[in-house]
């Protein structure tokens, strides 16, 4: 388990995080999403243990990260930016990192060359974008680590490559139970392949759920009224609303079971309760509908 307990961590004054608390279960995909500048990357960092906390607690299975070098093999990363050595193949990549992890499966590797078809000669730092991001999945799961920290993994990789990648991760945590926190901004990816749910914003994390409990907290209500009925909503945890002619739109915070009492008791014309995508919960959750589109005057 990933545990972070009032993390503080100040860059030139600015506080970058402010007090964070984050769990991450063991075995499982937890995905954590943010606007720009909300803290990701730099907790990610703190979790590898390349930066160290100006106060608060990072431990993995209950051990402190930061210069703990027998945790650290344990746990691989793959950042949005992925780095080699200047002049550096695949197969030179493989051997420092075989020396870096005591795991590391030579059987995996030549098993998973058909899944990432690369120029193994040619200098990582050469390849493309893409290329450079299989080269580092390639690495990374071959080093069959507990916990695995992906910072932006799939940014750059094609369609095709992305579902394959995201195959051999779930495979991963189903055969071996490792752990997976991923930090995207697709949401829509996100969607099909966490089990846990993080929201940060401006250094602190909002909300900490399982994806099917942040589903069923948050839900979109359509409603119409009877003529005869005054419209009576007093009890709702209403985050937004429109009116279309007589149908009401509204984003409620609340169980739908809870949603659901409410407007039997009331008995309206007519109402349906619909799920919101991840996307939509990030955008309500953080500011409402402007917060996903301003009007812009040219």
């Known amino acids: 388990m990933i545990k972070v307990e009032n993390l503080v961590k100040t860059f030139d004054g600015f506080r970058a995080l402010d007090g964070l608390n984050l769990n991450v279960p063991k075995g499982g995909i937890y995905g954590l999403v943010g606007p720009n500048g909300s803290g990701k990357s730099t907790v990610i960092r703190h979790i590898t243990g390349i930066y160290r906390q100006d106060s608060g607690i990072v431990t993995v ?17 793959i950042s ?25 499966d030579m059987q ?30 390639w690495l ?4 069959r680590p507990d916990y695995l920290i992906l910072d932006e993994p799939v940014d750059g990789l094609d369609p095709v490559m992305r579902r394959r990648v995201w195959s051999i ?7 071996h139970g490792t ?6 901004h697709n949401l829509r990816e996100l969607e099909d392949v966490c089990d846990h749910v993080g929201i940060i914003d401006h250094g602190k994390v909002l909300i900490e ?25 007093s009890g709702l945890n209403i985050l937004h609303s429109q009116t279309t002619g007589r149908v009401h739109t509204l984003i ?36 409402g509908v402007d917060y996903a589109a301003h009007s812009i005057v040219l």
């Open 61 to 77: 299975d209950g051990q402190p990260v930061y210069e703990n070098t027998d945790l650290k093999r344990r746990i691989a990363y």
């Open 80 to 104: 949005d930016d992925v780095y080699a050595f200047l002049s550096a193949n695949i197969g030179d990549m493989r051997d420092f990192y075989r020396g870096m992890y005591p795991h590391f």
């Open 108 to 137: 995996r590797f030549e098993a998973l060359r058909e899944a990432f078809p690369l120029d193994e000669k040619k200098a990582i730092r050469h390849l493309s974008k893409g290329m450079q991001k299989q080269a580092a999945f």
């Open 140 to 143: 990374a799961m071959c080093c």
């Open 169 to 175: 991760l779930m495979g991963d945590v189903a055969d």
């Open 179 to 184: 752990t997976v926190l991923v930090s995207s």
């Open 209 to 233: 759920r399982s994806l099917s409990e942040l589903q069923d907290n948050i839900v979109k209500l359509q409603v119409a009224f009877k003529p005869e009925q005054n419209i009576e909503l």
């Open 252 to 287: 409620v915070r609340g169980s739908q079971a809870e949603i659901t009492a409410r407007m039997t008791a009331i008995e309206p014309l007519f109402f349906d309760l619909l799920p919101l995508t991840l996307e939509e919960i990030f955008i309500y959750e953080l500011g």
